[in-house]
Each structure stands twice: as structure tokens, then as C-alpha cells.
């Protein structure tokens, strides 16, 4: 657990905390004592990939092309400490829908099966009403290494493995092409987007939000979107946007360092050739997310237009965010700043005061306990994060004291030495590496780069072995036990199947089976149910076509 304290909420404008309290929360959100209730508040939660707080607009990034993320900021509360707690793809999907930490999700490292047998975000909202949208990459299916487009890998059937999501559902396990990209409804059928493909996604998602706000229901619409992922090639991008990028000089942060770090796994170490491309690596990163940018301004705009911003809480926000060569890493999974904090704003008009911000320690798991909150619906009882609804209303209210991080390990492959454990709250980082003990305090108040690791010097012994003595506690709490890589593969995952967690659950393989025999027909799902021998890890991408990069 946590450890939770009270707190005065700070940022709210004088003139929204006064419009807080003429509304009456409690009454907007259905307790009111008229005989007829208020309808709970619809959903649209919108996730880009890969993107970092540190590159947008609102947090001060002047080569940042953002204007309407740096407007949803002025329209709601932003998190300033929001933090994904394992900072790689599968696993924040996991933790997002779960709200339990990797440790009792069981979701390790990439390409694994997610056991259906939580009670997820998506089962709640189904089950208390809400017709439901999953929209983009899923990433909790696929359960071998590569073939990521083989439709036994990319096309999620109906079923327990949607994970309560039973209504629209356009979506593919993994993908980072952009155009002509791959996308499935109810069938193994493949299907191909027309244009750039967070473009059509938004069109989806706005012609559900238009038909669907006809009927009585309230809806609930999660949006994953790709960009800014890589690969970072022109081909990727949408011309209107490289542009405006190509040929900028980027400024590269203090931390950049030339000599990869001897952490880090093969996707995360930088390969020969890195320094020289890097520029150009930004330049698409940001000319991808100038396109996020505008399908977030017309998300904005159609629920004004349809008259539902005051009846629909609006997030936006990202998986995780990009090293770009800070401390010699490129990519994600570490819990420096660059990869771990990522933008959580949300806008409720009529609820949520304009302008406001908050520091509180925002993890993965608190987000499915906080909106479900706000939404009045009940949290199920094994989720481990923390509620924060009060919060992002501005009314103040406990709060966990730090957010936790867990590295379980390399990025897709069963591959040990780079586990790590950490916890950040309002002023620090501290981490540990399991392959040599090595441990790392930074004051990120006063070393925002973390260039200084306070932990080097006997003069901060008892800062850190307060830390370390918090971060043990939580991880005993957890059950989580620090284990190697390849560990878990072998006492939790069967055929890349998750079978259990720290806490226990498991993934009944005999209903698995019975959804792909429903979905591919009984020999097919015989050869998919087959152990497969596990791919050797790939090797470092090294300097060449940007597609070399696609698989992570
Ligand atoms: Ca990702």
C-alpha cells in the first residue's frame, strides 16, 4: 500500500474553485434527491503512444507543436507528477485496465497474453451501463514474439479477451504503419485505413460520439493511438506536418550522453549511428505529434459542437513517454523522467476547474480507480490504486505519498539484467537495479535532468535508506519479490499466456480455446494453442532503414 496523506488542493483558479462550489458535485454526479438521477458522465479516454510530458507545449517545450493539447490544459486539471508505472507498451495497457500494478497483472514485458480473469476497467463500465468503444492498439494479446501482423496475433476475438469492451470495437494487437494500416471489427478479417491512421481513428470516435450520445446510455470511448512511437521514417508521417519539422535543429537536453548506458536492453541502448540521427528522429516525433495534436483540437471541438463537454470527462494522455538518448537510453522502460512522466490532462466542464493543476503522485493504477470514481461506479475491491477523483476536483483530500515504479525486466524478450524497482514523489526519484544494487536519488526539484545522484554521497545515507526502506515495504506489500526476467516467464507465463501473479489469478487456457475454435475454427486454434519454441532475442537494430525499429 501507499502510504496516504491529506492535502490542500493548490492550482485551482479563484474563479473555478467558486464555480466548484456553486455547482454541488454530489448533485452532478447523480446524488442528488430528485427522483430521477442524473446520468452518469460519458467517457473519452485518449492515450497517445511514446509521448513524454517534456515534449509538449503546456510544459514548456517551445519547439512543440501542440496548441490544442496546451488548450485542453487551460480547459481542466493538469497532473503534473503523472507517472506510468512500468513505462513500456503491454504492460501500462495492462496496469490501465486492471488498475493493479505488473506485479499482480502478471503483464511482465511486451507480447503477452493478458488473463481475462481480472475484473477490468471495461467490465465495470459494461456492467453499470455504458456503451463501450476500444479504438487503436490493444497490445494484451499477442502471445509469441514478431508476426506481429498475423491475424492470430493482431486480431483480438470477441469475448473475454476484450476485457468487458463488448461494444465498437476497431482495433489490432500491434502496429506502427501509419498508412495503408491494419485494423479488425469482429472478424480475422483484415481491414486497412484509408488515410493516416490516427486521422480515421478520430473520425471513428467522433461518429460513435455523435450516434451514440442520441440514444440513453452513457458512453465510454477509449482511443489508442500509435504516433509518436516509431519508426520515425518521412514515410510515417503526415506531409503537412514533416513540413513544419524537417531540417529543425532540436536542442538536446543536459543529460543527453553520447556513450550508450550499459543498463539498458537491446532496445533501449542506443545502436552505432544513434547521434547522427537523432535530429531526425525528432523531427518526426514532433511532426507526429502535431498530428495527434489537431485529432485532440477536433475531439475538443465536436464535443462543444455537440453540446457535451459538461456531461463527458475528457482525458488525454500517453502510455509512456522517449529517452532520445538522456543518460545513453534511447526508448522507454526506466524511470527517468523522460520516459516514466507523461501528460494526464482531463477536461469536465462545469466540474473540473479551468486551469488547474495538481503535483499529487498520479500512477498507471490510480487512473481506473479515479474515473471510475467520478463516473459513480464502483472500483472493484482487488484494485490497487489510489482514487484521486478529489483531486482533480479540486476538493483537496488524501494522497499517495509517492508513485511506484516497477522494470520487471527487458523490454519483449526473456532476457535478465535490466530489472529495476523505483518510487518518485514530489521531489525525488529513487531507484535500484537488481543486476548489481546499484542505487539512484535524484532531487528532481533541484536537478530536473537528474544529472546528480545523490546516493554517491555518505552525506545522504539516511535520505536513502529512508527510500529504500519505503520502496522494500511497498514491494513487500506487493508480494513483489524483485525477481529476474526470466522468472516470471517461467513461473507465471505459460506459451506467453499469464497465468498468475504475485497475487495469485489465473488463465484458463480451456476457454481460451474455446474463443479461438469460436474465431479461427478448430485447426487453426489447435496450431495457435501450440507451444512454440521462443525466438532467440533480436539483435541491437543497428544504423539503416527506420523499419528496423518497428519492433518494440
Ligand atoms: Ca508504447
Known amino acids: 500500500m ?27 454526479l447523480g446524488a442528488s434527491s430528485d427522483a430521477k438521477p442524473a446520468k452518469r458522465p460519458n467517457l473519452v479516454y485518449v492515450f497517445a503512444d511514446q509521448l513524454r510530458t517534456c515534449s509538449c507545449g503546456y510544459a514548456g517545450d517551445e519547439m512543440a507543436h501542440t496548441p490544442n493539447i ?6 481542466g486539471v493538469n497532473f503534473e507528477n503523472a507517472i506510468s508505472s512500468t513505462p513500456v507498451c503491454a504492460p501500462y495497457r495492462a496496469c490501465l485496465m486492471t488498475g493493479k500494478y505488473q506485479s499482480s497483472n502478471g503483464m511482465v514485458i511486451n507480447e503477452l497474453r493478458l488473463s481475462p480473469d481480472h475484473e477490468c476497467f471495461g467490465h465495470v463500465l459494461t456492467k453499470g451501463g455504458y456503451d463501450t468503444a476500444y479504438i487503436g492498439k490493444w497490445h494484451m494479446w499477442a502471445n509469441e514474439w514478431g508476426n506481429h501482423n498475423l491475424p492470430r496475433n493482431a486480431f483480438i476475438p470477441p ?9 465498437e470495437w476497431q482495433a489490432y ?17 483484415v481491414e486497412h485505413y484509408k488515410q493516416y491512421e490516427p486521422n480515421a481513428q478520430t473520425d471513428l470516435a467522433i461518429d460513435y460520439i455523435r450516434k451514440t450520445s442520441k440514444g440513453d446510455k452513457p458512453f465510454a470511448v477509449f482511443m489508442s493511438w500509435g504516433p509518436p512511437h516509431p519508426p520515425w521514417g518521412w514515410d510515417n508521417v503526415p506531409p503537412e506536418f514533416a513540413e513544419m519539422f524537417k531540417g529543425k535543429q532540436f536542442p538536446l537536453r543536459e543529460n543527453y550522453q553520447n556513450e550508450p548506458t550499459t543498463y539498458g536492453d537491446m532496445w533501449q541502448t542506443p545502436p552505432p549511428g544513434y547521434n547522427e540521427r537523432v535530429q531526425q528522429f525528432m523531427q518526426a516525433y514532433y511532426a507526429q505529434t502535431a498530428d495527434i495534436d489537431w485529432n485532440v483540437g477536433r475531439l475538443m471541438d465536436e464535443l ?18 522517449e529517452m532520445f538518448g538522456s543518460h545513453g537510453y534511447r526508448e522507454k522502460l526506466i524511470f527517468y523522467e523522460e520516459a516514466a512522466r507523461i501528460p494526464f490532462l482531463m477536461q469536465w466542464k462545469g466540474h473540473i476547474a479551468e486551469g488547474s493543476k495538481t503535483d499529487a503522485c498520479l500512477d498507471t493504477p490510480d487512473i481506473m480507480a479515479t474515473l471510475l470514481s467520478l463516473m459513480n461506479l464502483p472500483v472493484p475491491k482487488a484494485c490497487e490504486g489510489e482514487d484521486l477523483s478529489n483531486v482533480a476536483l479540486g476538493k483537496g483530500g488524501a494522497e499517495p505519498d509517492a508513485a511506484y515504479l516497477q522494470g520487471m525486466g527487458n523490454t519483449a524478450a526473456w532476457v535478465d539484467g535490466t530489472e529495476w524497482r523505483a518510487m518518485r514523489d514530489k521531489q525525488h526519484t529513487f531507484a535500484i537495479y537488481r543486476r548489481d544494487g546499484k542505487e539512484l536519488l535524484f532531487d528532481n526539484l533541484a536537478d530536473p535532468y537528474q544529472k546528480k545522484n545523490l546516493a554517491e554521497d555518505k552525506a545522504n545515507d539516511a535520505k536513502v535508506a529512508h527510500y529504500r526502506e519505503r520502496l522494500k515495504k511497498w514491494m513487500k506489500d ?21 497465468m498468475r501473479g504475485a ?6 487456457l480451456e476457454k481460451l480455446r474455446e474463443v479461438l475454435v ?26 539503416g532503414s527506420p523499419k528496423q525499429d518497428v519492433n518494440f
Open 2 to 28: 501507499r502510504e496516504l496523506s491529506r492535502r490542500t488542493f493548490l492550482g485551482a483558479s479563484a474563479a473555478g474553485a467558486a464555480m466548484l462550489a456553486s455547482s454541488g458535485t454530489s448533485e452532478l
Open 70 to 75: 496546451d488548450k485542453l490544459a487551460k480547459r
Open 159 to 167: 469475448g473475454p479477451y476484450r476485457l468487458g469492451f463488448d461494444g
Open 173 to 189: 494487437n500491434f502496429s506502427h504503419w501509419y498508412y495503408n494500416s491494419p485494423y479488425y471489427n469482429d472478424t480475422p478479417h
Open 304 to 321: 462543444d459542437k455537440l453540446g457535451l463537454a459538461e456531461d463527458t470527462i475528457f482525458v488525454f494522455t500517453s502510455d509512456h513517454g
Open 478 to 498: 506487493q508480494n513483489d519479490t524483485f525477481e529476474a526476467c526470466t522468472w516470471y516467464g517461467e513461473h507465471w507465463i505459460k506459451d506467453r499466456n499469464i
Open 503 to 508: 497475487k495469485g489469478g489465473t488463465h484458463d
Open 518 to 543: 469460436a474465431s479461427f475454427g478448430k485447426e487453426r486454434a489447435d496450431d495457435i494453442m501450440k507451444p512454440r519454441t521462443e525466438p532467440p532475442p533480436p539483435k541491437p537494430a543497428t544504423q
